[in-house]
Structures are given as structure tokens and as C-alpha cells.
């Protein structure tokens, strides 16, 4: 007999706090309206020893690979490095659910992405946290125990509002939060079009980065005033500031100074420094703004309600 669970996980962007967020800052998050779906399909007993795994992104296939199990011995893939990466995270899962994947069952997986692989919402921390969900585990254990990292995104995958989200004594908080800026119709996301990895930025500011906990403190009190803000120039400044202390934090040019030194508005980056997606704030009309950053090379922009999760 076939038994058949699904789970669904949201994307993720955040809005202040990257970097420091490891290190305790109060940061704000939010869940985006893409995600990913898991499909478990299970065999009875007598079918048990393989794992058959079908990954699907927005146009067609990502990796597919079949696993032995217990073993979780690749028998083939499409794809030998993701199918590695997936191994990894499911180790770290049987760890903690010894009767997870334990070769009494075969187990037929599909999962489904609603956003480009490339966009930096959460393809990995989605995954983890809909595995979680499968194999009874905690889904912040199995973030950093398999991948690092703050956890942020994957307190994102099952909240429906946004959410200030801190590491407290090695516990992740969070605590959600009504914000819908009064403003919001001049507020996009904007993709740079260079994909970041998570991993290699965070080594990056773990090696670089100079701070001290005034430096947290200060990015928790602009986490705490960025929903407070009523006027889009108050939020423009509370922006300006954040980035002028990232940018002395990681010795790195802020986003702005590098691509929109002659901008009108104030762009922020969101995450990892350097390619994902940007928040930018708009003096103009819809159509005169995607006109202007089309012109600049950038053709995948969100407003808010297009991408923000409406809770």
C-alpha cells in the first residue's frame, strides 16, 4: 500500500540584520509568497532499500537521484554535487531520527521550487525545513548542523507574517510582526543577477568583518525602527544607516555606491552582499521605475505585493 504526506515551505528575504544576525543582532525578516513543496510518497515494507528523489525547479527538472538505504549510497544521479549536498543533509536528519530513512521502507520524494533556483529565496533552507517537518526533527538543529548558517530563513519557511528573528544564548527567537509599510507601493525587489552563496560570504565575514556589540546594538535598534517608520524618508534613512555600518563591518562598498551612486531613491542589499536581490525605494511611477533600472540592466524586479507574503 502507498501512503502519500505532503509539506510546503516559503521563501525567505531579509530586510536588515545580514551578517550580524549570527552574532546576535535582532533582524528583520519576512516570507515571501514562493516556496517549495515536498512530496513523500511510501511503499510498504517489502519494498524497502531505495530512496528515488525527483527535484523540480520553475522549467522542468533540477537533479533527480536514487539512494540505497539505509546506507544512503548514491545509486545514480543527474547531478553527482547536489546529490552529495542532499546525502549530507540527510545524514545530519538520520542523526537525530535514528529511525528516519532506515531502510524498512522505500520512499518515492518529489519536490517542487516556485522560484528560479538563482534568486537567493531559500532553495536550500526550504528543503531543510520541509525535512524537518518529515523526519520529526528541529528544523533549526538540522540548519546548522548540516548547513550553517543564521537559521533566519528557515524561521521564515512556516510564518505567514514578518518576523524579528534573533540568536539568543544559541536559541533562535522569534517574534512576528505587523509591518506593512504605508508606503509599500514604493518599495521593490530588484535582482542583481549574481547569484551569492550563503556559505562562502559567511567565511568571507567570519574571516573580515570588524565589529564590536555596539555595532549589534545599533543594527537592532534600526531592525526595531524600520517598522515604526511612517514616511518613505524616514525608512530611506533608517536604510542609509544600516548600510553605512555594513559597509565599515565588511570593508566593502555598499550596493548603492557601487551600481546606483545617481539614483533618486536608496537601495539596500538584502542578504548576502554582493548580487542577490536589492530593496529600492522609488520617487516615481511603476512603469518609470522598472524603465529605469531595465535601463540599468536590471529586468527582474518585484513590487511589494508581487513577492511579500500576504499573511
Known sequence: MQHQQTWYAHGKLLITGEYLVMEGARALAMPVNKGQHLLVRSLDGEHGGMLKWTAKKTNGLWFSAEYAIPSLQIQ???????????????????????????????????TQLEFDTEFGFGSSSTLVANLAAWAGVNPFSLQWNALGGSGYDVACAHMETPLFYQIVDKEAVLDSVDWRPAFKEQLYFVYLGQKQHSDKSILQFKKQAVFTENTIR????????????????????????????MSEVLGIPSVQEKLFKDYSGVV?????????????????????FRRHMEERGFNTIFSWDELVLKG
Open 218 to 245: 545599533d543594527i537592532s535598534a534600526i531592525s526595531e525602527s524600520v517598522v515604526k517608520a511612517e514616511i518613505l524618508t524616514d525608512f530611506e534613512k533608517l536604510l542609509q544607516q544600516h548600510e553605512k555600518i
Open 76 to 110: 545514480k544521479t543527474t547531478n553527482p554535487k547536489l546529490a552529495e549536498k542532499l546525502v549530507e543533509i540527510l545524514s545530519v536528519a538520520r542523526e537525530m531520527a535514528p529511525l528516519f530513512l532506515n531502510g524498512k521502507q522505500s520512499f518515492d520524494v518529489e
Open 268 to 288: 539596500k542589499s538584502l542578504g548576502a552582499w554582493g548580487g542577490d536581490f536589492v530593496l529600492a525605494t522609488s520617487h516615481e511611477t511603476d512603469s518609470n
